[in-house]
């Protein structure tokens, strides 16, 4: 069974920087696809950016130039590093990963005051 945990998570002030990580644990295959999504309160879950196995990466258009994905050298390991925070990005943000199928993290706040 995958078991995806993050952290890092919290409250920051707009133009902060807050770095989150996620592990995903209980699988021997390196995930193709590994990537954070968030969901603000009274709006669908979006896209926020996805890294694949070869280090190709993806980010949503509200968040390009501010947030960096990356991967760790521990397999199926991903980090967002977030900077210049903005209230609007205040959501909770989940960890996803692709081994064979989805799997999605519990989330963690994000809230970012103004």
């Known amino acids: 069974q995958v078991r995806l945990v993050e952290s890092g998570g919290g409250l920051v002030q707009a133009g902060g920087s807050l770095r989150l990580s996620c592990a995903a644990s209980g699988s021997i295959f390196r995930a193709n696809v590994m990537g954070w999504y968030r969901q603000a309160p009274g709006k669908q879950r979006e896209l926020v950016a996805t890294?694949?196995?070869?280090?190709?990466?993806n980010y949503a258009d509200s968040v390009q130039g501010r947030f960096t994905i990356s991967r760790g050298n521990a397999k199926n390991t991903v980090y967002l590093q977030m900077n210049s925070l903005k209230p609007e990005d205040t959501a909770v943000y989940h960890c996803y990963c692709d081994i064979t199928r989805g799997y999605w993290g519990q989330g963690t706040q994000v809230t970012v005051s103004s």
């Open positions: 890294i694949t196995s070869g280090g190709n990466t």
